[in-house]
């Protein structure tokens, strides 16, 4: 990925002073990035690329705080040219950039701390997407309280839950073996919430809303439960 970019993550943080990372893509054996994102010292998000990122010397850091010890859904993106960071679904910073990515060989990742274990994540982080294309406003505030179903999301290159509640690996879930090997870390059962994606498929004529609809939930990796029945409301006139 040099020249688009998304990556979302929700946090809560225990900052003390010290910045803290989210999600690095590096190399294994130094420090070199080709891009980071963590909350810094001051509960800001901050992003760290190449100089090109940083025009003037005007470093890529959110507006806002994010609010410790409380869940908060961070993203950024990059679509080439505009540099952006959302706290909570809500654009707080952008930068035009117009430069790509750095390029290299930039082959593994990090979640919460950096390649050498340095400012290692004091907190929880829950549900981290990273795509290689710049999601929308929208796309982001879609996909902030619902799983996703990897096959109908574009460009999804890293997607971890966090649901495994045991073991030292996080898979991933988007299809592509980004699996993590968990360490100094462990399972909490306090996360973000977040509802299943549920698509209706049916071979039935056009439903009314009065029709009731029938469907059998089934979500990846688990046995369908009984059906139920939806029931739609009234239509106010």
Not at 44 to 49: D, E, P, T
Not at 100 to 117: A, H, M, V
């Amino acid at each position: 990925m040099t020249d688009e970019l998304t990556m979302t993550a929700w946090v809560r943080h225990n900052v003390d002073g010290t910045q803290r990372r989210i999600f690095t893509l590096g190399y294994e054996d130094n420090i070199a990035q080709q891009y980071t994102v963590l909350i810094n010292e001051s509960e800001k998000i901050y992003f760290i690329s190449s100089a090109a990122f940083e025009p003037g010397g005007q470093a890529a850091v959110s507006n806002s705080a994010i609010t410790s010890n409380e869940w908060h859904h961070v993203a950024v993106t990059y679509d080439g040219t505009d540099l952006k960071l959302f706290i909570d679904g809500v654009e707080d910073f952008s930068n035009t950039i117009g430069a790509d990515l750095p390029e290299g060989s930039y082959d593994y990742f990090w979640i919460g701390q950096r390649q050498d274990g340095a400012e290692r994540w004091e907190g929880e982080l829950d549900e981290i997407s990273v795509w290689s294309r710049a999601l929308s406003t929208s796309d982001i505030q879609g996909i902030m309280y619902r799983s996703m179903v990897p096959d109908e999301e574009t460009g999804l290159e890293g997607y971890w839950r966090f649901e495994e509640n045991t073991g030292s690996t996080a898979y991933d879930m988007s299809g592509n073996g980004n699996h993590a090997a968990i360490s100094g870390a462990a399972w909490d059962t306090d996360a973000a919430v977040y509802y299943p994606s549920i698509t209706l498929n049916t071979t039935a004529g056009t439903h009314t809303n009065t029709a009731p609809i029938f469907l059998r939930p089934a979500l990846p990796g688990r046995s369908p439960v009984s059906p139920v029945m939806i029931s739609p409301l009234p239509m106010v006139r």
